[in-house]
Structures are given as structure tokens and as C-alpha cells.
């Protein structure tokens, strides 16, 4: 209850920091990042997302932090620009976002504060059964597509739904879960398994992302078999956000 009563006050005054995670290109090149919230308090120190979030969902501050988090995407795509190196940015939807009236709204707000144009933000949205409804939010993210927005699949294949996820929603890419990814190079179903999935993904038009991308000999078996986009502590770990901007002056 003490931490709820934090979580609110931090809510109401924007009390969150963001960290960003790179994704890397086949060649290796960074070409945007994953913004991640961080929550600190004196109290309970650092909160993982894994706790603080789902606290948000269920007391309905989520749509207040998702709207800092929409704002912090917006203002780092500006960032990218003015620094005369343009990168993506992805950031990650809560399913409640999605089933909340105003979405559209925000992002709109958001891009139009910052100057910049809807095709350099990318929206993570993970299976969920709140989202099951397809009727309801399939309308939704086919008007977001059509504004610019990119649409990831986030997690993909550890949902109970995925397929009727690729077949009803219209994704640009999907981001396969790191739990595949983790056993590519010695378990021989999951590399399969993996491989189908590119080819399914292909198949209707969409691009692959692996997440949690560790070793080198992950990274040259992912690219192999055709995955586009890798993340994971190999390239980087999530970092501040001006570190990845310093970083992006080096490698440029
Ligand atoms: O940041 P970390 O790697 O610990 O993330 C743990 C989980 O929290 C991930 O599933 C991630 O998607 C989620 N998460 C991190 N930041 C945000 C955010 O801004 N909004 C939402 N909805 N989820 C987030
Ligand atoms: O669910 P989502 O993909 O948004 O979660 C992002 C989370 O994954 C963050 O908590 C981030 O710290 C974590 N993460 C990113 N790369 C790696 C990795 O290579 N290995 C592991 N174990 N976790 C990772
Ligand atoms: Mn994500
Ligand atoms: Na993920």
C-alpha cells in the first residue's frame, strides 16, 4: 500500500527516469532503441519494471506513466534528429493502454511536441489476454499503422495466442522472445522452431527482431537464418539515455 502511495505520487509528477536499449542491424549498427522505465525510491531503492508495472495496471496509473513514457520516446527521436544522427524509438504499451480511450490522441500530442513525424517511433505490444478482443483493437492499430506508426509484436511466442495474433493484427515486425533465442545454438527444436517462425513472419510481410541476443554464436545463427534486427547484452546493455547519445557521436 506504501509503495501504491509512492507509485502515485511519482505518477502525478513525471517521477520516472528512462533507460535506452539498442537494436542493432545485421551489420552490427545500432538503428534505434527499446526506452525501458526505471522507478527509484528512498524508501524501496530501485523497483523493477517487473513489479512497479503491473502495480500501475492494476490501479490504473498506467495510463498516466504511459503518457510520460510516450513524451520521453517523442522527445528522444528529437534529440536524434537535432544531434544531426536520426535513430527509432521503440516503447512499450501496457494492453491497458491499448482498450483506454485517447491513445491515438496522445501519441499525437506527443510527436507534435516534440516536431517530429509518427514513422520514428515504434509501439511494443505484448499477447495478452486482455487483449483477445480483436474486434476492438484491431481498428485501433490499423489506424496507428496508417498515421505511421511502427507495430511490434513484442515477446512473440510465449503468449497463449500468438497465431491469432499474426493473423488479426497488422504488425511490421515481431520481436521473438529471448527464451528462443537462449537455445538456438544447442537445442536443436528451438533453432527450428525459430527458423519457421522467420519464414512465417516473412511469409505475411513482417520483419523479425530477436531479443536477449547474448554470444556472437547466437547472433551469426539468428542472422543465418534471416532475423533483421537483434537486441540483447551482447551490443549493449540498457543504459542511460545520455550514454547512448554519446555513443552514437562515436560509432558515427
Ligand atoms: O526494463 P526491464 O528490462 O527490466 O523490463 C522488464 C519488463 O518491463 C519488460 O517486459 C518491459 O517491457 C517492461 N517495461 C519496461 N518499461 C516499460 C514501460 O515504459 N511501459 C510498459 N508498459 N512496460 C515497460
Ligand atoms: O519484455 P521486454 O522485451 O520489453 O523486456 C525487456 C527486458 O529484457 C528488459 O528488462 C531488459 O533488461 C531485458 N533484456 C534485454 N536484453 C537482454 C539480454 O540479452 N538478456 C537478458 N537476460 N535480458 C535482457
Ligand atoms: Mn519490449
Ligand atoms: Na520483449
Not at 155 to 182: A, C, E, Q, W
Request: a negative charge; charged letters at 25%.
Amino acid at each position: 500500500v506504501r509503495m501504491q502511495s509512492l507509485l502515485r505520487t511519482d505518477a502525478e509528477r513525471n517521477g520516472f527516469t528512462f533507460v535506452a536499449q539498442p537494436k542493432v542491424d545485421r551489420d552490427g549498427h545500432a538503428v534505434g532503441v527499446e526506452l525501458l522505465m526505471r522507478w527509484s525510491t528512498p524508501a524501496f531503492g530501485n523497483v523493477s519494471p517487473v513489479e512497479f508495472i503491473p502495480m500501475a495496471e492494476k490501479t490504473g496509473l498506467i495510463g498516466l506513466m504511459g503518457r510520460h513514457a510516450l513524451h520521453a520516446a517523442a522527445q528522444l527521436v528529437r534529440r536524434g534528429q537535432d544531434a544531426g544522427h536520426p535513430f527509432t524509438v521503440a516503447v512499450n504499451l501496457s494492453p491497458k493502454q491499448l482498450l483506454q480511450r485517447g491513445l491515438e490522441q496522445q501519441l499525437m500530442v506527443a510527436c507534435q511536441r516534440a516536431g517530429i513525424r509518427p514513422d520514428q517511433i515504434e509501439l511494443e505490444i505484448t499477447e495478452s489476454a486482455q487483449v483477445d478482443n480483436m474486434a476492438v483493437v484491431e481498428p485501433l492499430l490499423r489506424r496507428l499503422r496508417e498515421i505511421g506508426y511502427t507495430l511490434a509484436l513484442d515477446d512473440f511466442g510465449t503468449g497463449y495466442s500468438s497465431l491469432s495474433y499474426l493473423r488479426h493484427l497488422p504488425f511490421n515486425k515481431i520481436k521473438i522472445d529471448r527464451s528462443f533465442v537462449m537455445d538456438i545454438d544447442h537445442d536443436s527444436r528451438a533453432a527450428k522452431l525459430l527458423a519457421h517462425m522467420v519464414q512465417l513472419c516473412a511469409a505475411l510481410g513482417m520483419s523479425t527482431v530477436a531479443e536477449g541476443v547474448e554470444t556472437q554464436a547466437q547472433f551469426e545463427a539468428l542472422r543465418d537464418l534471416g532475423v533483421q534486427e537483434f537486441q540483447g547484452y551482447h551490443f549493449a546493455r540498457p543504459m542511460p539515455i545520455d550514454q547512448w547519445l554519446l555513443r552514437l557521436e562515436d560509432e558515427a
